[in-house]
């Protein structure tokens, strides 16, 4: 499903250039669960804003869904995201000014569905993450994890087959991170492909597959359970 090959990263400004990524190689099948782990500043956030085509390669190759994806126009990047990739973020990244049925609107609204589609598939996703109850409250009216599971509702919504986490535990306490893994767990086993990003040991541990990323390279790869791909293959 993704597939990078040597991909490098720079950013360059006056006076140092910063090689966030080098030659870098990972595949990702369809249906794992992949956690992501590494120092600060090893490169782990660089190669999700790759993959997620928020940012485009230095160097290299990346293959999503078999397509060569490396080099498209900001246009084109755009399209695919919207078409192909949900994102959740540690800080959530909602609208204060909305309740929780419109944040999950504004993305759908950007896909162009019509109202009668926006609305089936905004109650669909709030009942998956349970606060089907809460549609109208404000997102200050909710905890930190409940807000989170909005923001997971609201990346759902699109129906991406590949959802990508930045730290989505890192703003929690033990208990909220344990229940927002476990709703990224079911929606895992409902067949969207998960990398997730994490500081947490026993999170990283609970993926299919854990990757450390070191210095802008991989260094390890490290199977703790069967690939959910060979189970759906
Ligand atoms: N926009 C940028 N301009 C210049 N340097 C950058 C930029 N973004 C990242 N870097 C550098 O690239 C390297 C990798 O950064 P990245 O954010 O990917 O690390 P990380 O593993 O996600 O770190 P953390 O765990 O602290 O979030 C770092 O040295 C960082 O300073």
Redesign the pocket.
Known sequence: MLKMHNIRKS?R?DTIE?H?LRDFSLEVNEGEFVSVT?P???????FLNIAGLLETPTGGEYRLDGEDVSNLNDHQRSRLRNEKIGFIFQGFNLIPDLNLFDNIDVPLRYRGFNGKERKKRIEKVLEQVGLSARAKHLPAQLSGGQQQRVAIARALAGEPRFLLADEPTGNLDSLMARQVMELLEFINEWGTTIVMVTHDPDLARRAHRNIQ?VDGQVSDLHRTTAPAAAEIA
Do not use: E, F, L, V
């Not at 600060?40 to 660089?46: A, E, N």
């Open positions: 950013y400004t910063t966030a590494g600060s500043g090893s490169g782990k956030t660089t990323i």
